[in-house]
């Protein structure tokens, strides 16, 4: 437990400096106070078990050029390509501390081959490693003193080719810094719900994913396909497999796994449809189970919507790409200056150009059954006073699966 080596405990974080020799912040560094520590509560100084805590600030920080956000890594087993040891520690025994920002790249290495390396008989470590450590070392680098709570991580590309870094450990302890040396980590997927209850936020891979987006993330091509213009996500409706006509009802993807249409469509006569077949790839999927707006009616357009549930994750390609949710409420349904499909339920959206090699769309709409052609007033349902609604049954079944290419 790093900050209580000297029994005084830090009383400010900084963020954003990759020099800390400076007196004065760089351009995009923050300092800020900090509240409280939290550190786990099994946790015994005399012990190396349970090595972990939280540092509560008094104050939010703010994303920049800088400063961004980490998720976690949530598997129990660490990456198998190398990790990054993040740090300002020393780069050798009882060298001073780096006034620079250093990384280290290392890779796991076995619980056996850790403890020939690690000092016999450590009464601190009298149970072993246990599955919540990790030990990772490399021929040449290594965390040190001074890194103590860093973090080691790696890196994953989300849908939007973010690049979006996951803390697989804590740096806890290790040998002596020299060639060779080993470090020990707390695993911190191991911790999850007690990090959960005492921040009260969710760190699955989707809601990190969403709730930390940061725009100076670096992004990067994929082996997620680009589209070359803009991403499709429109499908179409069938009631037998061996319908022609995909555009007798549309609906838009909004999760490779769910499609948002109007009520209308899935209250027919004929019944629920039973596949969607993908513009792009042709591929047909079966719809498992409809989820139409608790609050629909048949001669109002404010709640005519429906969640259509796949037994399977569509298959991606270079053009299909599940739509964003336009979530400002403030506007009027004639949906001006916004692209739309001509059948009913399918999508009423803005293309939004960014200044890398993909755009994205904004599904602010779903097609309204008043419509009487293309030369009339659009009447449309708004998607963003729905987005909890839609979220709710989207996050609640598996929505981590395609959050992080692999």
């Known amino acids: 437990m790093c900050y209580f080596i000297l029994r005084i405990p830090p009383d400010t974080v900084r963020l954003g400096d990759i020099d800390i020799s400076l007196a004065e912040l760089s351009q995009f560094g923050q300092q800020i106070k900090i509240k409280s520590f939290k550190k786990h509560p ?72 850790c403890l020939k390396r690690l000092p016999k008989n450590l009464r601190s470590l009298r149970d072993g490693l246990v599955e919540e450590q990790l030990c990772a070392a490399s021929d040449h680098q290594d965390a040190c003193e001074g890194d103590s709570g860093g973090p080691l991580q790696v890196e994953r590309v989300d849908v939007n080719k973010m690049v979006i870094p996951l803390i697989v450990g804590v740096v806890s302890f290790g040998t002596p810094c020299t060639n060779g040396s080993t470090g020990v980590y707390t695993r911190v997927a191991f911790y999850k719900e007690w990090i959960e209850h ?13 709730s930390s987006e940061c725009l100076s993330r670096k992004r990067v091509r994929s082996n997620i396909g680009s589209p070359p213009y803009y991403p499709i996500n429109r499908v179409g409706l069938l009631w037998n497999a061996t319908d022609s006509n995909y555009y007798r009802c549309g609906a838009t993807l909004v999760d490779y796994k769910f499609a948002l249409t109007s009520a209308f469509c899935v209250s027919s006569s004929q019944g629920f449809p039973k596949f969607i077949i993908s513009e ?82 904004f599904l602010h709409g779903v097609v309204f059954s008043l419509n009487k052609g293309c030369d009339k007033v659009l009447v449309g349902t708004q998607v963003a006073p729905h987005v909890a609604w839609i979220e709710e049954i989207v996050l609640g079944m598996d929505g981590d699966q395609f959050i992080f290419s692999p």
């Not at 005492?198 to 969403?210: K, L, N, P, V, W």
Request: hydrophobic fraction near 35%; include cysteine; charged fraction near 25%.
């Open 198 to 210: 005492e921040t009260g936020h969710s760190f699955d891979y989707s809601s990190c994913a969403r």
């Open 42 to 113: 099994q946790h015994r100084f005399s012990r190396k078990y349970f090595d972990i805590a939280l540092v509560e600030l008094e104050r939010e920080f703010h994303f920049n050029e800088a400063v961004c956000s980490a998720c976690l890594w949530l598997e129990k087993h660490a990456p198998l390509e190398p990790m990054e040891a993040i740090g300002f520690g020393t780069t050798g025994y009882g060298e001073d501390l780096s006034p620079n920002l250093l990384k280290a790249k290392l890779s796991e290495i076995s619980k056996d081959e």
């Open 280 to 361: 792009s790839t042709k591929e047909i999927i079966p719809i498992v189970k409809v989820h139409i707006h608790p609050m629909y009616t048949l001669d109002k357009p404010e709640n005519d919507l429906a969640l259509l549930e796949l037994t399977k994750y569509l298959r991606s390609d270079s053009y299909l790409l599940p739509a964003c949710l336009w979530r400002n409420e403030n506007e009027n349904d004639t949906f001006e200056d916004l692209s739309f499909s001509v059948d009913y339920g399918g999508p009423i959206s803005r293309i939004v150009q960014h200044n890398f090699d993909m755009d994205s769309v």
